[in-house]
């Protein structure tokens, strides 16, 4: 978690592994879950794990509800090594009466989490739930771990020219596809089939109607789209011809102080913007 460039709190999910560097970012409509502007946090390994088995299951997932609350403390009231709890509150009959995970000040992470840096989109336009179908059936069925061995370092190349997408894989015919965009040059990127591919499967699964994508040369494709429960920026890193990913534009999550002025009410006084 950390604040976005108006300093609202801004949900980041990541990898911790360089060779799997694609990050997201979300912003929940429930505004009252995140509590600490301006601050950066991480949340433990174990309290993700845990978060994430609850919310797995849809009947569970239904069935409960968070609370936060910032600077927490026990319940002796002693102040605890946390910037904000998560409250998890569960309705069905039976169960625990309130489970509670803890985000920790960044400072203290032994790892940073990666995050995006640095991307700057030389177009931006929507596609449609069927235009992101039309770019899965021209990518090769990758569920078997035998098809992910043959495909698995191939890239495809996207490129956009004259409010056309065109994707290009392998020896199949270039698909072209109408994209109003504010692009003025030909910009072209290829991604990680495998990637892809998987990205697109699970899109083309929410009930979603229209995404934006964005995407910078040699560097980084982005998707966006929003729901009922908030908005979403996936970003996934492009690729070479032999299939390594270019992180040029991920790198651990940078921590950026408050700026200072001068009151002038109150010369030598110091605040934080």
């Not at 803890?102 to 700057?120: E, M, Q, R, Y």
């Not at 729901?227 to 070479?240: I, Q, V």
Request: glycine fraction near 6%; proline fraction near 6%; charge should be neutral.
């Amino acid at each position: 978690m950390r604040p976005d460039p108006a300093g609202n709190p801004l949900l980041v999910f990541s990898l911790k592994y360089p060779d799997a560097a694609s990050v997201l970012h979300a912003r929940p409509r429930q505004q009252d879950i995140l509590v600490v502007n301006g601050r950066y946090g991480v949340m433990p390994t174990k309290d993700f794990w845990f978060l994430e088995h609850k919310l797995l299951d849809p009947l569970q997932r239904s069935m409960i509800s968070i609370s936060a609350e910032a600077d927490p403390v026990s319940a002796k009231g002693q102040a605890l090594r946390s910037i904000m709890a998560w409250n998890l509150t569960n309705s069905v009959p039976g169960s625990a009466a309130k489970d509670r995970l803890f985000w920790h000040d960044i400072a203290n992470a032994g790892v940073k989490p990666l995050d995006v840096a640095g991307f700057d989109p030389q177009f931006e336009g929507v596609l449609t739930r069927s235009d992101m179908g039309r770019i899965l059936g021209l990518l090769p069925n990758l569920k078997s771990k035998k098809a992910v061995k043959e495909h698995g370092e191939r890239g495809v190349q996207i490129g956009v020219k004259d409010q056309k997408l065109h994707v290009k894989y392998g020896d199949a015919p270039v698909l072209d596809i109408d994209f109003e965009n504010n692009s003025v040059e030909v910009v072209k990127l290829r991604l990680k089939v495998t990637d892809l591919y998987d990205l697109l499967r699970k899109l083309i699964d929410l009930e979603v109607e229209q995404f934006r994508i964005a995407g910078e040369a040699e560097a980084m494709f982005r998707v966006s789209w929003e729901d009922a429960f908030g908005f979403y920026d996936f970003h996934m890193p492009a690729c070479t011809r032999e299939g390594r990913l270019i992180s040029r534009r991920v790198f651990p999550m940078r921590v950026r102080l408050p700026a200072f002025k001068v009151l002038d009410r109150e010369p030598g006084i110091i605040a934080a913007e």
